[in-house]
């Protein structure tokens, strides 16, 4: 694997994102070996746990924002980007049938579809530099990859939808004082302590533990992929529009969007 990294200690597997140069984005080719890492892991009889976490500066940037400029230039054809988004969130619904605890070790930014990652795993340890970066309607887009199914039922509805409205951030203290990450540690000790919470969980009944999980999944995994059939119905529409170029445009050059009404 070229984008993702594969670690094996004991009975934990150690998952890292490895585009760090480019804040590890959801490339295709991203999503492909992630899925593959948690399916080697989850075959692997020896191992117990999955630690998930991200190299460099950033845990996961979301979509790939270079290819949203290629869209806007019309780079991309309309019928191969109908097909692309429409399969871009049902991969997600992966990391949820993945039968062994996954453990998040959130290092930094979470962006976008990034935060998806994040709350697909079962528990969540956050570094003191983490922050969840929710910028989608900045670009004239929906969360999708599932998000608004997982953001509104991890933090309720009201905070989900004011995160969602003004395209905002929560940093790691606010992250878990609205319960989206289970605990703070200081940065240089973020692996050390994820990998003693995912050792902990490795010394529990496996059977049990699979089970509590496949219990806990199950009406999840279902809604989850209608919602993101729903999300990529929704965000074709967000890529017609001209507020949508905006966004991007506005991005690129660090400025403030201004849509039309």
Request: glycine share 6%; hydrophobic share 45%; net charge positive.
């Amino acid at each position: 694997m070229s984008v993702i990294l594969l670690e094996k200690r004991e009975k934990i597997a150690i998952i890292t994102l490895n585009r760090p140069e480019k804040r590890n984005p959801l490339t295709p080719k991203l999503r492909e070996e992630l899925i593959e890492a948690l399916k080697e892991a989850e075959r692997d009889k020896q191992i117990e746990v999955i630690v998930l976490t991200g190299a460099g500066k950033a845990f996961c940037a979301g979509g790939d924002i270079e290819k949203f400029a290629k869209r806007i230039k019309e780079e991309d054809q309309p019928k191969k980007r109908r097909t692309s988004i429409d399969r871009f969130g049902a991969w997600a619904v992966e990391i949820a049938k993945v039968d062994k605890p996954i453990v998040a070790a959130i290092n930094g930014a979470a962006a976008g579809a990034g935060i998806s990652i994040a709350l697909l795993c079962d528990l969540k340890i956050a570094s003191e530099r983490a922050k969840f970066i929710l910028a989608f309607a900045r670009m004239g887009l929906v969360p999708d990859v599932g998000l608004t199914y997982l953001l509104p039922r991890t933090i309720g509805m009201g905070r989900a939808l004011e995160l969602f409205y003004t395209a905002g951030t929560l940093n790691a203290q606010e992250a878990h004082r609205f319960g989206l990450v289970n605990k703070i540690v200081p940065h240089e000790k973020l692996i050390e302590e994820a990998f003693a919470m995912a050792s902990r969980i490795a010394k529990g009944p496996r059977v049990a533990l699979r089970l509590i999980k496949r219990a806990v999944y199950r009406e999840l995994i279902s809604s989850l992929q209608e919602q993101t059939e729903l999300e990529g119905l929704m965000q074709n529409i967000c890529f017609t529009t001209d507020n949508h170029r905006e966004g991007v445009k506005a991005f690129f050059e660090k400025r403030e969007p201004h849509f039309r009404r």
